[in-house]
Each structure stands twice: as C-alpha cells, then as structure tokens.
C-alpha cells in the first residue's frame, strides 16, 4: 500500500503519497490506540460523492472523545479534508481511511505527552468480499472468539485495537475455508462480523442484534431507513447462533462489505443457500441511495 502514486492529508497538509511515512517508534503501533474510519465516495449521478461524510466524521470525533484523544482539526476542516484528498487524487470512486494517532515522542502505556496525528488517505476498492459475493452470497463461521466485552475496547470506538480481535476470528474462519466469521458477545449471543454488522430475515421481518458489542455502523442505520420505505419491520433484539441457522436469508452490511448476502453459516444452508429476495430488494435500493438515484437520500452524498 506505501508504494503508489498519489497524495494523502497528513497533518494539515497534501503530501506525496510515499512521504505519508512514521516513525517505528509510534505509540499507536506499539500499543494499539489509533482510531479510524472507513467511508466511500460513489460516482454518483449528481457527481463523486462521499456517502454520509458527516456521520462517519461524528463518529471519528466520538472515537476520539471516547479514548480521550484532542483532535487537532475541527469537523469540518476533516470533512473538507476528506473531500480534498479525492479530489486531488482524481478518484470517481474510492474508499476513504481517515485515522488518528499518537506518535513518537514517549513510550509507556500512556500517550499523554504525544502528539496526535492525523493522516486520510484514498484508493480504488472494489467489493470487499468480491463481486460475486454481492450477487451470490458468502460462507461464514461462528468464530470461537467472543466479540470484547462492552466494558473491554469501547465498542462505541472504531478503534485498532478491536481489529486484534477481528483478524483473529477472520484468520480462523479463512483457514478454516470460509469467507468471514460472525462473532459473539460474551454472553454467547450474536454480535457482528470480523467488520461489518449483521441482519437475518424471518417470515419477511428483518431482525438485529442489539448494538451492544458491535460498533455502530453507518451502514447498518442507512439500512433501516431504507427498509422503512420498503415497508419492512425491524426488530433490534438479543439473537442466537441458531436464530442464524434457521433464518430465511442473512446479510452484512458495511461501508466495505456494503450489503453483503450470507448464504451458508457454519455449512446450514440459509434459505435457498443463495441471495434471498428481501435482501436483493434492500441491496438494490442500498445502491440506488449512494449513487445518488434516490432524491430522498441526497443529502447523504457530500459532493467532491
Ligand atoms: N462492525 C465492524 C467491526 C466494522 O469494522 C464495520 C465497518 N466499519 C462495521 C461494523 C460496519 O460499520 P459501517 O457500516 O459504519 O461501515
């Protein structure tokens, strides 16, 4: 990734993408305390847009506020930021990872005393699990590691040191030959995946988990309304593994994975063990709201 053409924002200024470097002495790498986000812009009918900039800004801030970071920038020289860094690489779509960080002027466990950071950058990504994922559906594993308990990392946080826990449960379920793993809280009931948040439909309702463990994903709230004007319920409750099981058709969502079908958990099929049809109504209108041909959802494209 440090190998490419390009520019990314670093600390107030556009710099070339290959000079975005730190040192290895980093608090943040050392002991896990970097927040983030992951946003896409869209070619979008109205232009390149970034999808629902505003929130995945807000929540950046609340991560930092949760972790007691100061951001040096406000919320909007970040968001004009974010916009500048498409804009300058000449990207019609992308994915957006702004992050903040603590560098290198202590170590210990506490970073007071080290200056916080803040890098976005911007690439081409395509489907995250694949474009056949998106019409066909993907295999996942209930992983053997529990999501961290809500008074662990912060839930509320997008923050690195979670992903510890997520590439755990995504290694073991690609080595075991899946495509991603679901995990569970503490308590044994349904979080979310290694990063994206999970829906099932049964008898045409769609149902959730509570958000307790799992972070709150932008995608997932898009969703709901979404499935309001498709007439749909949803259900926000406690679920079990094998709620999943018997579900009618499950799905992710994510700014990455987008709406993502499951078609198989722990090899149970799930329905026809293919893209159900709720879920191919929800990912249709999902695509027609970030790419701008939905006049309800304008407001949520920020243009470039
Ligand atoms: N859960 C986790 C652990 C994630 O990493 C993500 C991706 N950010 C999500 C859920 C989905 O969040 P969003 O829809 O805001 O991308």
């Not at 509570?210 to 309001?228: M, N, P, Q, Y």
Request: hydrophobic fraction near 40%; glycine fraction near 8%; aromatic fraction near 10%.
């Amino acid at each position: 990734m440090s190998d490419r053409d390009g520019f990314i924002w670093y600390d107030g200024k556009i710099v070339p993408w290959r000079d975005a470097t730190t040192h290895v002495l980093t608090h943040s790498l050392h002991y896990g305390l970097a927040v983030f986000e992951g946003e896409r812009a869209y070619n979008t009918d109205i232009g390149t847009a970034v999808f629902r900039l505003r929130e995945h800004t807000e929540r950046l801030f609340n991560s930092a506020h949760i972790y007691q970071m100061q951001v040096p920038y406000d919320r909007e020289t970040i968001m004009e930021a974010t916009l500048e860094v498409v804009r300058r690489n000449q990207l019609e779509s992308c994915y957006i990872r702004p992050l903040l960080f603590y560098g290198s002027e202590k170590m210990g466990v506490s970073p007071k005393g080290a200056t916080v950071h803040v890098a976005i950058a911007a690439w081409p990504w395509g489907a995250y699990l694949g474009e056949e994922a998106l019409a066909q559906g993907i295999r996942v594993k209930i992983s053997s590691y529990a999501r961290q308990h809500v008074n662990v990392t912060m839930p509320r946080a997008k923050v690195a040191s979670t992903y510890a826990n997520s590439i755990l449960a995504n290694t073991e379920a690609i080595e075991h030959g899946y495509d991603e793993a679901i995990l569970l809280d503490t308590d044994g009931f349904v979080a979310e995946g290694s990063g994206e948040n999970i829906f099932i439909v049964k008898n045409g309702v769609l149902y959730e988990p509570e958000i307790a463990s799992a972070l709150t994903g932008i995608t997932r709230d898009s969703v709901h309304a979404i499935a309001a004007d498709l007439g749909l319920q949803v259900h926000t409750r406690r679920l079990t593994r094998d709620d999943l099981y018997i579900a009618d058709e499950a799905f992710f969502t994510g700014t990455a994975a987008e709406v993502t079908p499951i078609r198989e958990i722990d090899n149970r099929r799930i329905g026809q063990g293919s893209r159900g049809p709720v879920t191919e109504k929800l990912q249709k209108a999902f695509f027609d709201v970030v790419n701008g041909r939905n006049p309800k959802y304008l407001h949520w494209l920020a243009k470039v």
